[in-house]
């Protein structure tokens, strides 16, 4: 897709303004930095040298398969950056500063209803591929969906195409 120059310093305007507006929600602090002495860090290396070979390889074929996963669709940079976003808003949410799916969704560019289908797409079929019914904590529980279907049905608000006023 290419964009005229004035439409990626809008995406970039917009991309500052969410960053901002979650590092302000969040404090100044960034939970995902760490502040390490080297004293530290040499004792971090040392603990990973320590591990047994086994260890080391179950670790190290986890994270290519991780990397596999990012890449699945193809060596396309923000397609691997919005799966990265994706893992990381489910498994460590404050990395990204607790952003919501609407402000992660901005960052690239899309609405909140393409982040969506994006999680259940992808999130959904990693979890039915491992036999799971799992779900994050900002998907609906399966008793709301049924209770929100069953209220939405009758509703005739749109059913000649026009919004009620």
Known sequence: M???PSQLRAQHRLTERTLQAAVERQGAVFPGQEQRTPAEEAEAMDELLEASSEEFIIKAEGVSLFIGWLFSRGPRPTEVMKRLYLYARAARPELLLNMSGAEVA???GQGRAAESHRERLVLGETLSAVGSKASFGWQ???ASCARYAAIAKGNRNR???KKAA
Request: no cysteine.
């Open 140 to 142: 609906k529980s399966p």
């Open 159 to 161: 059913s000649k195409g």
């Open 2 to 4: 290419n964009r005229s």
């Open 106 to 108: 901005a960052l690239f």
